[in-house]
């Protein structure tokens, strides 16, 4: 059974960083490409980066310069370096396998809520 597990979020001002982890299990992780998804209030989920099992990253054109997206395939944990955080970052993070169409993802874990204040 598959288990994401995300933690890291938190209150923070604008301008300031979190640090979100997502511990996965009960999938072959390494040969897996991830994606971390937000939810901001009123809004649809959204991709915000992925990676590739081999490392490679892309971001959404809002995060670009600002979010990092890692993972140590050793640990089974990806990670999402946020920097520079703005208001409009606000929302539920939540990890997951990448999919092109969001709609095919139906198991979601519960996320971790991120509130970045002006």
């Known amino acids: 059974q598959v288990q994401l597990v995300e933690s890291g979020g938190g209150l923070v001002q604008a301008g300031g960083s979190l640090r979100l982890s997502c511990q996965v299990s009960g999938i072959l992780f390494r040969m897996t490409d991830m994606a971390w998804y937000r939810k901001g209030p009123g809004t649809q989920r959204e991709l915000v980066a992925s990676i590739t099992s081999g490392h490679s990253p892309l971001y959404t054109d809002s995060v670009k310069g600002r979010f990092t997206i890692s993972r140590d395939n050793e640990k089974d944990i990806m990670y999402l370096q946020m920097n520079s955080l703005k208001p409009e970052d606000t929302g539920i993070y939540y990890c997951?396998?990448?999919?092109?169409?969001?709609?095919?993802?139906?198991?979601w874990g519960q996320g971790t809520q991120v509130t970045v204040s002006s």
């Open positions: 997951n396998f990448y999919r092109f169409s969001i709609d095919d993802l139906t198991d």
